[in-house]
Nanobody
Framework: QLQLVESGGGLVQPGGSLRLSCVASGFTLDYYVIAWFRQAPGKEQEGVSAISFGNGGGNTNYAASVRGRFTISRDDAKNTVYLQMNSLKDEDTGIYFC????????????????????WGQGTQVTVSS
């Protein structure tokens, strides 16, 4: 069965770091884009970062709000995507979801949630002093 499982969330102080993991099962990440989105109460869903796999894969994209602080990466052998989050801010608090889309949805590593067809259950990240 297709599944995306996020882990690595927790409570950190501003300026701290966390590494999130997204382990895929039931499918191979080749020919998919995997992205991280986040949601917080009272705020709009935000696309955080995306990475491509498969043919010509490995391209990345970042929201302006996290560029320079977060790094997305992949481990093809483990069918896993990581999100290294550094210099965390209070505004980074939220539930972080990983999601997938097929390359048939279009080129690039976009952060358009409407194009992502399967989502994990999320992992909570809380940044607070």
């Amino acid at each position: 069965q297709l599944q995306l499982v996020e882990s690595g969330g927790g409570l950190v102080q501003p300026g701290g770091s966390l590494r999130l993991s997204c382990v895929a099962s039931g499918f191979t990440l080749d020919y998919y884009v995997i992205a991280w989105f986040r949601q917080a109460p009272g705020k709009e869903q935000e696309g955080v970062s995306a990475i491509s796999f498969g043919n010509g894969g490995g391209n990345t994209n970042y929201a302006a709000s996290v560029r320079g602080r977060f790094t997305i990466s992949r481990d093809d052998a483990k069918n896993t995507v990581y999100l290294q989050m550094n210099s965390l801010k209070d505004e980074d608090t939220g539930i972080y979801f990983c999601a997938r889309r097929s390359w048939v949805q279009g080129p690039g590593v976009d952060l358009d949630a409407r194009k992502y067809d399967y989502w994990g259950q999320g992992t909570q990240v809380t940044v607070s002093s």
